[in-house]
């Protein structure tokens, strides 16, 4: 994920009806036929200067399916908002964009169309996490053309000096961090957000799931055992009592400030990180508590869907250019500006050969898992049990046994 973003609350999402057969704002629930079409794609591209590529890309879709595209971007933390107030109001655009834990809350509202509807299918060679991401009820509602996790940067200058090599467990790398840890400069080992919001979340789920955390019930032993590792990092010293603080963008304002030696990231950082002077990093996969274990990361990425606008036409065409985004050509015009993953693997594997600096994620998120894969639109509810009981843990305000049990009694 990337980004963090606040989800309007699900109480809107009951109010809007599960018809919406209506057209949009200017249809009249067909299209006029030789004109060529002018298509509306809402996204939330506008805090990442990088991501103005999107706006070429789209034109560049447009152009091969026949349409005009016209862009909207929404900040991100109004998104769903806007979204469900559109819905209400018939006034959907023709295409939507959503971070891939939101389909399934807006899938579930009747907003959107099934993709199946237009003749269009998942991508064989898609990641299958990509697919279960976009899919509601057993129907395909959105595909998502790059995807991404978080993995462990770390500065590569930094653990040469201090002769460390980059950890594959959390023995090893506590230790690395403590050693890497210099009080005097203001340099922490570690780095990572845990801030209480979804990107807290985010970022604590690799520990969580691959230690066997689930959730259903976050308040087994598995879980608070992941937390404790947390608590660990931050009680030794080699993780900033700020990190309840810091978004993932401040995690990376540091590790490029050198005040953090290694981070949990995503890819999303990279063209900030290639064009820092004088920063020599690397990445690889998170590390887990037992070399049996094969590290489990969110995914991220954000899918592209048809919306129930009530003109067929429209939204035929809309459902040719969804299908635009996600071929493999486009997945890999989309990574280059992004810095993400192509979904499609094969694209994936072409991708990495010339850009090594992705190579971790790649890897990453073949395992990775959809956040919303166990409990569908009701993730929201669990993912802020999640970010509570880790800020509980680490402000010191319970044991994380004691956090995750009291954060558990809301997971409901």
């Not at 976050?218 to 879980?223: M, R, Y």
């Not at 809309?318 to 299908?323: C, I, L, P, R, T």
Request: aromatic share 8%; net charge positive; charged share 15%.
């Amino acid at each position: 994920m990337k980004k963090s973003r606040i989800i309007a609350a699900v109480a809107g999402v009951a109010a809007i009806s599960l018809s919406l057969a209506a057209c949009s704002s200017g249809s009249n629930g067909s299209s006029t036929s030789g004109a060529k079409q002018t298509l509306t794609v809402e996204d939330y591209y506008t805090a990442n200067p990088s991501m103005s590529g999107y706006n070429t890309i789209y034109k560049q879709c447009g152009t091969e399916i026949g349409a005009k595209v016209n862009t909207v971007h929404i900040a991100g933390a109004s998104l769903i908002s806007k979204v469900l107030q559109q819905a209400s109001s018939k006034t959907l655009p023709d295409v939507l964009m959503l971070d891939n834990p939101d389909v399934q809350q807006i899938a579930a509202t009747g907003a959107l169309a099934p993709l199946k509807n237009f003749g269009v299918s998942a991508p064989s060679g898609d990641v299958p996490s990509v697919v279960k991401a976009g899919t509601y009820k057993g129907q395909l509602y959105g595909l998502a053309p790059v995807i991404n996790s978080i993995a462990l940067y770390y500065n590569v200058d930094m653990l040469k000096a201090a002769g460390v090599t980059p950890p594959k467990t959390w023995d090893e790398l506590k230790a690395a961090a403590v050693k890497l840890t210099d009080s005097s400069k203001g340099v922490y080992g570690f780095a990572m957000s845990n801030i209480n919001t979804y990107e807290g979340t985010w970022q604590f789920l690799p520990f969580f799931w691959t230690n066997g955390g689930n959730e259903k019930d976050i308040s087994t032993a598995k879980a608070a055992q992941a937390l404790q590792f947390d608590v660990d990092l931050q009680n030794d010293g080699s993780m900033s009592k700020s990190s309840v603080n810091w978004s993932q963008q401040d995690v990376n304002n540091q590790f490029v400030a050198g005040k953090a030696a290694m981070m949990i990231n995503g890819p999303w950082q990279l063209p900030v990180l290639t064009t820092t002077k004088g920063l020599n990093f690397a990445s690889v996969p998170i590390p887990v508590r037992t070399s049996s274990q094969k590290v489990v990361s969110p995914l991220g990425g954000e899918t592209f869907n048809v919306p129930q606008t009530g003109d067929k036409t429209k939204m035929a065409l809309s459902a040719k250019f969804v299908e635009c985004l996600n071929k493999p050509a486009t997945q890999l015009k989309i990574a280059k500006i992004s810095g993400n993953v192509p979904a499609d693997q094969a694209s994936a594997a072409t991708w990495v050969k010339t850009h090594p600096d992705v190579a971790a994620f790649v890897e990453t998120v073949k395992t990775a898992r959809a956040r919303t894969a166990e409990l569908g639109s009701k993730w929201p509810t669990a993912a802020t049990a999640i970010y509570t009981a880790v800020q509980l843990a680490l402000t010191g305000k319970a044991t994380p046994t004691a956090a995750l049990q009291q954060a558990q009694s809301q997971n409901k």
